[in-house]
């Protein structure tokens, strides 16, 4: 089992969203000029909760320095994920931003999710719980759920192409 820790960068395959999620990959499968990949980096490992991270709207190959993918921006406000395609190798580590500090690069004071279900809904605010909230108070929130790779990848694709940045 691979531990994460933050400030590490993980890239995010954008060829297998047909690949089942818990299909392990190999490297030779990611190489390749032609294969193209976002970017994430893990800002908290919350254990049995998943793990935070922020996805960045930088797009290339597995050899990218962590430098030009922690200067570009967020695609999205950070996610939940599972730890299953970094166990799976399907999205492969590429390095760890030195000196990494969870509120100083990735203003972690200020990420907020919300959780729950209708007329039970829990706001999360750097890693706090600040209690219950009205079922009208959600919609500018992300919602605390748990990203399959396959899901979060098509996610980034839609976003990508949202904002004009070709692959």
């Known amino acids: 089992m691979k531990n994460v820790i933050p400030g590490e960068v993980y890239a995010i395959p954008l060829f297998l969203t ?5 299909t392990r990959v190999s490297l030779k499968d990611l190489r390749g000029d032609d294969k193209k990949f976002a970017y994430c980096r893990i800002i908290e490992d919350l ?3 998943g ?5 960045f709207n930088k797009v290339g190959t597995l050899d ?5 993918v922690v200067e570009s921006m967020r695609l999205f406000p950070p996610v939940i994920i599972t730890p299953l395609p970094i166990r799976k190798g399907r999205w492969r580590r590429i390095g ?3 000196n990494y500090n969870k509120e100083q690069d990735s203003m972690y004071s200020d990420i907020t999710l919300v959780s729950g279900a209708e ?3 829990f706001l999360w605010r750097g890693g ?5 909230i009205p079922d009208e108070a959600i919609e500018p929130y992300e919602e605390w759920i748990y990203w399959l790779a396959p899901h979060l990848e098509k996610r980034i694709i839609k976003a990508l192409t949202d904002e004009g940045i070709s692959f």
């Open 119 to 121: 007329g039970h809904y």
């Open 64 to 68: 990218i320095s962590i430098e030009e």
């Open 18 to 22: 047909d690949i089942h999620f818990t």
């Open 96 to 98: 760890k931003q030195e």
């Open 51 to 55: 793990i935070l991270v922020e996805i």
């Open 128 to 132: 706090h719980s600040l209690g219950r």
């Open 47 to 49: 254990g049995s909760r």
